[in-house]
């Protein structure tokens, strides 16, 4: 793969405005490039994994793809409109971000916490309503939350968090969720359970995830597309089977991989060699 897997359209209609769109997009840390020239369509239905070793530019080309971060070069687009040009409170309708950390400053409840996400939503006095108190319980219970609507967030564990923080950004409704580390601090069985949510959440609309994920196995497993990224401004994108090979995975993170078959199952891992018997 290339910089850049976008489809070629026909000859005879324009191609359909993406969710969103990367164009030339360079970014730098210092004297580093992270990302040079990336140009790439997230198209409505996708799953996107961003892989690569720490420091390798995830967290900053999420924040850039937010708007959050400006670009070295290039820019990014929401549905065909450059981010610069958006009003924030209707790109938030459009858009939704979850940070790597989640820090809350004061006692709330768990309900309130994931109200607050229906901000862009709301109108008048900024009140709630009865339909966005409906999107906040069905948020929760979308990630098997629903006995957690009165708990104080203060009170939950760093996994149980990060839950109530992806609740959050899908009760916000924006058909775009970046995601940066959403699996961090949860046990297999509900990076499992996040996963198949949000692979149920984008087959039921017009929907697309980008998230960054350490485990290469989950992100071949439930990901549609991957984004390799290799620390020095070089990156891979397309189908993820094409893109989270051994060999590419090996030379981004720096140690050997092998994958391994069993029957329809593949897994990816790190290669050992083992000192031999005298």
């Known amino acids: 793969m290339s910089r850049s897997s976008s489809a070629t359209a026909s000859h005879d209609a324009a191609p359909a405005k993406p969710l969103l769109a990367a164009h030339a997009l360079t970014l730098r840390a210092g004297a580093r490039t992270l990302v040079e020239g990336l140009t790439q369509r997230f198209e ?4 996107w994994c961003v892989a690569g070793a720490n420091g390798a530019g995830k967290t900053t080309l999420i924040a850039t793809l937010a708007g959050l971060r400006e670009s ?5 687009d929401v549905e065909g409109v450059a981010l610069r040009d958006w009003r924030p409170v209707l790109l938030a309708q459009r858009r939704a971000l979850m940070p790597q950390d ?7 409840s768990v309900l309130d916490t994931v109200l607050l996400n229906r901000y862009p939503h709301l109108a008048g006095w900024g009140w709630e309503s009865e339909d966005d108190r409906a999107a906040a319980h069905a948020a929760l219970a979308m990630l098997g939350l629903e006995t957690f609507a009165a708990r104080d967030v203060l009170s939950l564990s760093g996994g149980e968090r990060q839950r109530v923080a992806l609740a959050a950004v899908l009760c916000q409704d924006a058909p775009l969720l ?10 297999l069985h509900h990076q499992i359970a996040c996963l198949e949510a949000l ?7 017009s929907r697309t995830v980008v998230f960054s994920c350490h485990d290469l196995n989950l992100a071949r497993r439930y990901a549609t597309h991957a984004l390799l990224l290799d620390g020095r401004g070089g990156c891979f994108a ?8 051994a060999e590419r995975a ?3 993170f720096g ?9 329809a199952h593949e897994a990816l891992v790190a290669a050992f060699e083992f000192p031999r018997e005298r």
Request: charged share 20%; proline share 6%.
């Open 44 to 47: 409505a239905g996708e799953i």
């Open 72 to 76: 070295a070069a290039g820019h990014v």
């Open 102 to 108: 989640v820090r809350d400053a004061f006692s709330a």
């Open 178 to 187: 970046l995601l940066d580390e959403p699996l961090a601090h949860l046990d």
């Open 199 to 205: 692979a149920h959440w984008v087959n039921t609309g």
């Open 238 to 245: 397309g189908p993820v089977r094409d893109v989270l090979t």
């Open 250 to 252: 090996s030379a981004a």
């Open 255 to 263: 140690h050997p991989l092998r994958l391994i078959r069993e029957g």
